[in-house]
């Protein structure tokens, strides 16, 4: 082969082939140390690429938790209200005040507040309580009409009303015998059957 009269890309193509086989020849005969460097190298960057993608998924649960610490404050004042509603301890003390300033505000005469053993229900505690009041007719209505706005839930059953001529009760017309039932939360729910 002659290189004096080959072609100026000649050169080149050959200058090129003989650079790659150079530098395969020095990668292949390259002392064992450097490859050992190549896969520590290699190894560092993907424990590097780990922790990255770990710092990542930590800044984003950062930036969500302002938003839990809200919604956690949003959910505690719900469960506030919620206890109004369906308290967890019977507070028959606060009842007995709220009912006897309404029976005042009524006209009416509370004549018995008994409450009766708690029944137990699969969700609820149910609390009844045994009342008498005497009165007149329409402050009966009025005074069960304020005991349905009340906060908590609390159901007026078996109401029985019979005419009075009480004279300790100025113009008393009716005495009323009813059982009002509040409820209570349960929070030592029973275990599900079947270990569910």
């Known amino acids: 082969m002659d290189f004096k009269n080959m072609p100026w890309w000649g050169h080149l193509l050959l200058a090129l082939a003989v650079t790659a086989a150079l530098v395969w020849s020095q990668y292949q005969w390259a002392p064992a140390g450097l490859n050992e460097k ?16 770990r710092i990542r998924v930590g800044r984003r649960a950062v930036a969500k938790l302002d938003e839990l610490e809200r919604d956690i404050a949003a959910l505690e004042l719900k469960l506030v209200d919620l206890k109004r509603i369906l308290p967890t301890e019977p507070e028959l003390g606060d009842l007995l005040k709220w009912i006897k300033s309404l029976a005042d505000q009524a006209n009416l005469d509370l004549r018995l507040f008994n409450p009766q053993p708690l029944q137990e229900g699969e969700l609820l505690k149910e609390q009844p ?12 209505g ?14 007026v059953e078996g109401v029985s009303i019979q005419a009075t001529r009480d004279q300790s009760v100025r113009d008393a017309t009716v005495a009323a015998s009813f059982v009002a039932k509040t409820f209570i939360f349960r929070e030592d729910q029973p275990a599900a059957e079947g270990g569910e």
Do not use: P
Not at 38 to 53: F, H, I, M, R, Y
Not at 147 to 155: F, L
């Open 38 to 53: 190549k896969v520590k190298v290699a190894d560092l960057q993907k424990k590097l690429d780990d922790k990255e993608s």
């Open 129 to 140: 309580i045994k009342m008498d009041v005497v009165g007149r007719y329409h402050q009966l």
């Open 142 to 155: 009025v005074f069960f009409d304020r005991i349905s706005k009340h906060a908590r839930i609390i159901n």
